[in-house]
């Protein structure tokens, strides 16, 4: 289902006066799982259709018909997809109420009360009425909110002007830029300020073209340039001076002067490149210029290129060592300790496992709670760790790579490795914890299983019947 925000349903603003419909209505798109926003008037309606941004316009004609009509005309002027897709609630069907209201921007209407199949239906056409429009203004030449080409009118563009150099590498660049932050300009100052934004970014790119530069919008707050007879040195040099420019100006939305930045992303072409494929090399150091902290240029052969090296699995892990995931470990017990001490100390410290050491402190084996089954059936009732211990245990010096360790974990059963120091042990890896490592942690990952009661039900005390007892004699 189409969706202009980006997230998974229509968001739907409803207007009217009615608060026993605003309920009925509120109930029933919590029950759907659409999103709502509701206004009782004309300011309050377009103050929410700037800041919510619904794909959906829900109007009781019961507000009154010169404000309806007026409030359709400015919703329907803006030039981005909010309030694409606007319904009249009447209670009759009046030819001329419909025909001012078709006139002034109304889509659709639905009759009161409201059969919700019939409405459930009714949004499911205006899905695609806003779908069909939104392919449609992709595939026009002309960015309706920029005035720069569209994306596909670029990427034609760009792909005829790498056509003439079939077989050999074109000098043409490619940058593509963003807006630093440009979602809170939304949020904080309206949809229509983040239009404006955009435009006047769009104008500035303009002033700094020199030459044959062809401009283009990607997307909200993504624009590309391409720079024909440019190298990426180049594109680079015209990078920077286009971040200096939009960092220096002062941007005017509503009755608020603020400044923003841009990033930028730059790759030169390649032999026998495809359009598409130049634009996504640009794009990608894009996204490297944002995670160095924005407001940068990147190009592709520099910087880039070493994060995606450096990002693959192999490399990524490079430098730690065992030591780097092992859980510390300064508690040990003596071989001539006995099981019962060693029970004891695994109870305490609530360990899996702990190493069993010689005099000087070497590592003679792993004292697990395992171990214990068949020591209790032995004649010894009290038999040391030298009779009970897992002596077979694999081990690995705390300098060692997490790779190899890995590598063991992945072709053996074991579910446990002692890490040592000169042959002195230092800690443990368990193969569970190193699998955990890898899983992302969320908000409740290390709650407690079990819920706390938050009441205070535990303190009561019930009345106990005691028997009575009989007199002393």
């Given at each position: 289902?189409y969706?202009?925000?980006?997230?998974?349903?229509?968001?739907?603003?409803?207007?009217?006066?009615?608060?026993?419909?605003?309920?009925?209505?509120s109930?029933?798109?919590?029950?759907?799982?659409?999103q709502?926003?509701?206004?009782?008037?004309?300011?309050t309606?377009?103050?929410?259709?700037?800041?919510?941004?619904?794909?959906?316009?829900?109007?009781?004609?019961e507000l009154?018909?010169a404000?309806?009509?007026?409030?359709?005309?400015q919703?329907?002027?803006r030039?981005?997809?909010?309030?694409?897709?606007?319904?009249?609630?009447?209670?009759?069907?009046?030819?001329?109420?419909?025909?001012?209201?078709?006139e002034?921007?109304?889509?659709d209407f639905?009759?009161?009360?409201?059969?919700?199949?019939e409405l459930l239906s009714?949004l499911?056409?205006a899905?695609?009425?806003?779908?069909?429009?939104r392919r449609?203004?992709?595939?026009?030449?002309?960015d309706?909110r920029t005035g720069?080409?569209?994306?596909s009118?670029?990427?034609a563009?760009?792909?005829?002007?790498l056509?003439?150099h079939?077989?050999?590498?074109p000098?043409?660049?490619?940058?593509?830029?963003?807006i630093?932050f440009?979602a809170r300009?939304?949020?904080?100052?309206?949809?229509?300020?983040?239009?404006?934004l955009?435009q006047?970014?769009?104008?500035?790119?303009?002033g700094?073209?020199?030459?044959?530069?062809?401009?283009?919008?990607?997307?909200?707050?993504r624009?590309?340039v391409?720079?024909?007879?440019?190298?990426?040195?180049?594109a680079?040099?015209?990078?920077?001076?286009?971040?200096?420019a939009?960092?220096?100006?002062?941007?005017?939305l509503?009755?608020?002067?603020v400044?923003?930045?841009?990033?930028?992303?730059v790759?030169?072409?390649?032999?026998?490149?495809?359009?598409?494929?130049?634009?996504?090399?640009?794009?990608?150091?894009?996204?490297?210029?944002?995670?160095?902290?924005r407001?940068?240029?990147v190009?592709?052969?520099?910087?880039?290129?070493?994060a995606?090296d450096?990002?693959?699995i192999d490399?990524?892990?490079?430098?730690?060592?065992?030591?780097?995931?092992?859980?510390p470990?300064?508690v040990y017990?003596?071989h001539?300790?006995?099981?019962a001490?060693?029970?004891?100390?695994?109870?305490r410290?609530?360990?899996?496992?702990?190493g069993?050491?010689?005099?000087k402190?070497?590592?003679?084996?792993v004292?697990?709670?395992?171990?214990?089954?068949d020591?209790?059936?032995?004649?010894?009732?009290?038999?040391?760790l030298?009779?009970?211990m897992?002596?077979?245990?694999?081990t690995?010096?705390?300098?060692e790579?997490?790779?190899?360790?890995?590598s063991?974990f992945?072709?053996?059963?074991?579910s446990?490795?002692?890490?040592v120091?000169d042959?002195?042990?230092?800690?443990f890896?368990?193969?569970?914890?190193?699998?955990?490592?890898?899983r992302?942690?969320e908000g409740?990952?290390l709650?407690a299983?079990?819920?706390?009661?938050?009441?205070?039900?535990?303190?009561?005390?019930?009345?106990?019947?005691?028997p009575e007892?009989e007199?002393a004699?």
């Amino acid at each position: 289902m189409y969706n202009g925000t980006g997230s998974k349903t229509l968001k739907i603003l409803v207007v009217t006066e009615d608060r026993a419909l605003q309920r009925e209505l509120s109930g029933f798109f919590e029950l759907v799982g659409y999103q709502l926003l509701q206004a009782a008037d004309r300011k309050t309606a377009l103050a929410a259709a700037a800041a919510g941004c619904p794909q959906i316009v829900l109007l009781d004609a019961e507000l009154g018909a010169a404000a309806d009509w007026e409030l359709c005309r400015q919703l329907s002027q803006r030039p981005s997809e909010v309030a694409g897709f606007k319904f009249l609630l009447v209670d009759e069907p009046d030819e001329s109420q419909l025909q001012d209201a078709l006139e002034a921007g109304i889509d659709d209407f639905l009759v009161k009360p409201i059969s919700y199949g019939e409405l459930l239906s009714r949004l499911r056409v205006a899905a695609r009425v806003l779908e069909y429009d939104r392919r449609v203004g992709q595939q026009g030449r002309i960015d309706p909110r920029t005035g720069l080409l569209s994306r596909s009118a670029f990427t034609a563009h760009l792909r005829r002007q790498l056509t003439e150099h079939a077989g050999a590498a074109p000098r043409v660049a490619c940058a593509v830029l963003d807006i630093d932050f440009f979602a809170r300009a939304g949020r904080v100052y309206g949809a229509s300020a983040a239009d404006t934004l955009s435009q006047a970014v769009a104008q500035e790119l303009n002033g700094l073209r020199v030459g044959s530069e062809v401009l283009g919008c990607l997307g909200a707050d993504r624009f590309c340039v391409m720079l024909p007879g440019a190298d990426e040195a180049a594109a680079v040099q015209w990078a920077e001076k286009a971040r200096e420019a939009v960092a220096a100006e002062v941007f005017t939305l509503g009755e608020t002067t603020v400044k923003f930045t841009i990033s930028l992303g730059v790759a030169g072409c390649e032999a026998g490149e495809r359009a598409e494929g130049l634009i996504e090399r640009a794009a990608r150091a894009l996204k490297a210029a944002k995670n160095l902290g924005r407001n940068c240029v990147v190009a592709w052969s520099g910087l880039d290129a070493q994060a995606a090296d450096s990002l693959e699995i192999d490399k990524l892990f490079q430098q730690t060592m065992v030591r780097d995931v092992m859980t510390p470990c300064t508690v040990y017990l003596e071989h001539n300790q006995t099981t019962a001490e060693a029970i004891d100390l695994l109870d305490r410290t609530r360990l899996d496992a702990i190493g069993v050491v010689d005099a000087k402190g070497k590592l003679l084996g792993v004292c697990q709670r395992a171990d214990f089954a068949d020591a209790a059936n032995t004649d010894d009732p009290q038999p040391t760790l030298i009779e009970t211990m897992t002596t077979e245990v694999q081990t690995f010096d705390q300098r060692e790579s997490l790779a190899s360790l890995i590598s063991y974990f992945t072709g053996n059963a074991a579910s446990l490795v002692v890490v040592v120091d000169d042959g002195r042990p230092v800690g443990f890896v368990a193969c569970d914890s190193l699998v955990m490592l890898s899983r992302p942690v969320e908000g409740d990952s290390l709650a407690a299983d079990s819920q706390y009661d938050d009441t205070t039900a535990y303190l009561f005390v019930p009345d106990v019947s005691l028997p009575e007892c009989e007199p002393a004699v």
